[in-house]
């Protein structure tokens, strides 16, 4: 819906925005050239990191990283700007689910950032994360994934930078997509455009066709999958979300079934899930903040004006920078 837009390109889920911040005392001092240049083709020849999904010349972007302001913000930018000109567009964002537990990776790279997200029943989620080909977790991972991002908008979107931050439901954005989309539009400081409600004439550009899970993008727009986790859930199952995710669901307005609560054998299951995620959590944390005081280089992007201020950059003479990059 947002790629829809004539000034927003969203592309589909990229893998290298993470991965390059995790391994970037690997890349070293960016003020080399040889450094952006490696860097650069780690993220074009890496097949993980999904560029080839981009439609993009790979020699070209490694150039303009190259030549480009010596920070891993700005060279990571670079290619999702290059896919927002491929369209014709002056604004870009990325997405992927569990970006919401590094949003202050991402504020680091790009200072300016705004955050969407987009909420939806717990159970419809765990449901649609188990018949996934590429999802090899438990039930028990997916309903702490679900939590996780829950406790995340309860907790941390609060702590962003004020007005960075937009929270919508997929229930409301299906039942009434211009309403919705208004409202987002209005966060992301741009007009609305009746083209996001049918995003369906997009998702032969926007949807690989190999990600066969996203099929229904290519249909209209639908409420008929509210609610099917009541046939996609076993009893078992059903008990194990309402038992863990109660609250949470109805601090979303998500009734529930009165399912009856879960054995305790599969609570502490559950509980030992939860406690080996929130282990890995803070174990990355504190390796992360080891690799801080490292750092050879500043990571914001300096692509766009405001981020320029932000980095406490000089603004170049007689140079025009993007606005909304």
Same mark, same amino acid.
């Given at each position: 819906?947002?790629?829809? %837009?004539?000034?927003?390109?969203?592309?589909?889920?990229?893998?290298?925005?993470?991965?390059?911040?995790?391994?970037?005392?690997?890349?070293?001092?960016?003020?080399?050239?040889?450094?952006?240049?490696?860097? #650069?083709?780690?993220?074009?020849?890496?097949?993980?990191?999904?560029?080839?999904?981009?439609?993009?010349?790979?020699?070209?972007?490694?150039?303009?990283?190259? =030549?480009?302001?010596?920070?891993?913000?700005?060279?990571?930018?670079?290619?999702?700007?290059?896919?927002?000109?491929?369209?014709?567009?002056?604004?870009?964002? =990325?997405?992927?689910?569990?970006?919401?537990?590094?949003?202050?990776?991402?504020?680091?790279?790009?200072?300016?950032?705004?955050?969407?997200?987009?909420?939806?029943?717990?159970?419809?989620?765990?449901?649609?994360?188990?018949?996934?080909?590429?999802?090899?977790?438990?039930?028990?991972?997916?309903?702490?994934?679900?939590?996780?991002?829950?406790?995340?908008?309860?907790?941390?979107?609060?702590?962003?930078? !004020?007005?960075?931050?937009?929270?919508?439901?997929?229930?409301?954005?299906?039942?009434?997509?211009?309403?919705?989309?208004?409202?987002?539009?209005?966060?992301?400081?741009?007009?609305? #455009?009746?083209?996001?409600?049918?995003?369906?004439?997009?998702?032969?550009?926007?949807?690989?066709? %190999?990600?066969?899970?996203?099929?229904?993008?290519?249909?209209?727009?639908?409420?008929?999958?509210?609610?099917?986790?009541?046939?996609?859930?076993?009893?078992?199952?059903?008990?194990?979300?309402?038992?863990?995710?109660?609250?949470?669901?109805?601090?979303?307005?998500? !009734?529930?079934?009165?399912?009856?609560?879960?054995?305790?054998?599969?609570?502490?299951?559950?509980?030992?899930?939860?406690?080996?995620?929130?282990?890995?959590?803070?174990?990355?944390?504190?390796?992360?903040?080891?690799?801080?005081?490292?750092?050879?280089?500043?990571?914001?992007?300096?692509?766009?004006?405001?981020?320029?201020?932000?980095?406490?950059?000089?603004?170049?003479?007689?140079?025009?920078?993007?606005?909304?990059?």
């Amino acid at each position: 819906m947002t790629h829809a %837009h004539p000034r927003i390109a969203i592309p589909p889920e990229t893998r290298f925005m993470v991965s390059a911040y995790q391994r970037r005392l690997q890349f070293g001092n960016l003020n080399e050239p040889e450094r952006r240049r490696e860097l #650069a083709e780690w993220v074009v020849k890496r097949t993980q990191s999904r560029f080839h999904e981009l439609g993009l010349d790979g020699d070209e972007v490694t150039r303009q990283i190259v =030549d480009g302001p010596p920070t891993l913000g700005s060279a990571l930018g670079i290619v999702l700007r290059a896919y927002a000109i491929r369209h014709e567009k002056p604004r870009w964002g =990325d997405k992927r689910p569990s970006y919401f537990q590094y949003t202050d990776v991402l504020l680091r790279l790009f200072p300016d950032a705004q955050f969407v997200h987009l909420i939806r029943d717990g159970r419809d989620c765990v449901a649609s994360l188990k018949e996934m080909p590429w999802y090899t977790g438990s039930v028990y991972s997916a309903v702490c994934a679900w939590a996780e991002a829950i406790d995340f908008a309860r907790h941390g979107a609060p702590k962003l930078p !004020e007005g960075s931050y937009h929270e919508l439901r997929y229930e409301d954005l299906t039942a009434d997509p211009e309403a919705h989309l208004r409202r987002l539009c209005e966060f992301l400081g741009e007009d609305f #455009a009746p083209a996001m409600c049918e995003p369906s004439t997009l998702a032969g550009i926007a949807v690989p066709s %190999h990600k066969t899970w996203h099929a229904r993008t290519h249909d209209e727009v639908t409420t008929s999958r509210t609610g099917t986790w009541r046939e996609r859930l076993d009893p078992g199952e059903i008990s194990l979300c309402e038992s863990v995710l109660g609250d949470r669901l109805e601090t979303y307005g998500y !009734e529930l079934s009165g399912a009856p609560k879960i054995e305790t054998s599969r609570m502490v299951t559950y509980e030992k899930t939860a406690a080996k995620r929130k282990l890995a959590r803070v174990k990355r944390v504190a390796f992360d903040r080891l690799m801080r005081l490292r750092e050879p280089n500043q990571l914001g992007a300096r692509l766009t004006s405001g981020q320029i201020v932000l980095a406490g950059v000089p603004m170049p003479r007689n140079e025009p920078i993007a606005v909304n990059g």
